[in-house]
């Protein structure tokens, strides 16, 4: 394990305006998002698509890595170069998904526990030769009248704190990801319930497994309102509601906190996330490693027509640019349609 190199990578992939992209849906996933634009899920459309979004011209001004697929890894640009090493050229982090997926966990219903353990020091060792130098492990936490049981969180927190002792022994940073759910009526009191008892014992299974918590990330969920519940909270609850929580539940020593999505809309995504950084002064870095906040707009313009894919990089260029501006705390709406 070397702490310097973690550590820095650590530092780049939340570097002042640049955040991460997450273009890593396993092979379900995927087929979902491209079932709600008519294209079928090939692995030709899949490499196409992945294609567009990494050739974008001058992503890496403000997407300071990217979370690939196991397929995706392994896949090519239409010159021939290996995405990994086209996203290195571009001054881009080749990043991967390491878990196989949330499965149900047994006796607790509705909650899951995610898998991937297996033969994961030998994948990881696969994945840092081909260019990987961070990785990302997502478990579910669901809210509900009982949701979550202690022992699910547990559960999860545990072979999270593996993976990223695995991760840090092969010199990749680890980014946990624990996702609270936002499916549901719950109110954003209960999840920031949720999230404060998850992320307390995300935290003791971290240290109880020694990892360096400077040379990893936390991925997490904003508190926000189960996207269900009768009243939503607004921008500035949901910031003020998420950095308390955070405040009080993770390590100063961590470097950088970068939030997933998790199905709000884009606009959302990015007015909570400038909301978080206005006031600053937080002892880790807020930025942001979406998936759907920046792809969307993209995968709505591509169509999975070769004859829009400049449109579909300008869509995902606009809101890389967009989240870098609220990384800093310098969005503003009238930015929208300025572009
Ligand atoms: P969303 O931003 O679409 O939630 O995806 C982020 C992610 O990587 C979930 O694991």
């Known amino acids: 394990m070397d702490t310097d190199v973690l550590r820095e990578t650590a530092r780049e992939l939340v570097a002042p305006g640049s955040g991460i992209l ?4 396993s092979t379900g996933t995927i087929k979902k998002r491209f ?3 008519g294209v079928e899920s090939t692995e030709d459309n899949r490499r196409a698509y992945r294609d567009m979004l990494l050739t974008t011209p001058g992503l890496g001004e403000h997407i300071s890595g990217v979370i690939l697929f196991d397929e995706t890894i392994r896949q090519s640009a239409k010159d021939g170069t290996p995405f990994p090493e086209l996203l290195a050229k571009a001054n881009m982090i080749p990043g991967i998904k390491v878990d196989t997926g949330a499965k149900p966990l047994a006796l607790f219903t509705g909650e899951t526990v995610t898998e991937g353990l297996d033969g994961l020091r030998e994948r990881l060792s696969e994945y840092r030769e081909v260019g990987a130098r961070f990785a990302k492990w997502r478990a579910t936490i669901f809210c509900g009248p009982d949701l979550p ?3 699910a969180i547990l559960a999860n927190a545990h072979a999270m704190a593996r993976y990223a002792a695995l991760c840090q022994e092969a010199n990749i940073v680890p980014i946990v990801e624990p996702e609270i759910l936002m499916d549901g009526d719950h109110t954003i009191d209960a999840c920031e319930e949720a999230t404060a008892r998850t992320l307390t014992v ?13 040379g990893s ?4 969920n904003m508190v926000v309102s189960g996207a269900e519940a009768e009243t939503q909270a607004g921008p500035a609850k949901v910031a003020e509601a998420t950095v308390r929580c955070l405040t009080a539940n993770v390590p100063p020593s961590v470097p950088g906190i970068v939030f997933l999505s998790g199905g709000q809309s884009d606009l959302d995504a990015t007015i909570h996330l400038n909301e978080m950084n206005r006031s600053g002064g937080h002892p880790w870095v807020l930025s942001f490693s979406y998936g759907r906040a ?6 709505k313009a591509w169509g999975g027509d070769p004859a829009n894919v400049e449109l579909g990089q300008r869509a ?11 990384q800093l705390g310098e969005y503003s709406a009238e930015l929208e349609s300025a572009a």
């Open 294 to 299: 920046l792809q969307a707009p993209s995968l």
């Open 22 to 25: 997450a273009a890593d849906e």
């Open 35 to 37: 079932d709600s634009i």
């Open 202 to 214: 995300l935290y003791e299974q971290l240290s109880e497994h020694r990892v360096d918590l400077a």
């Open 316 to 326: 995902l260029a606009h809101r890389a640019h967009m989240n870098s501006l609220a």
């Open 217 to 220: 990330l936390l991925k997490v």
């Open 149 to 151: 049981t202690g022992f």
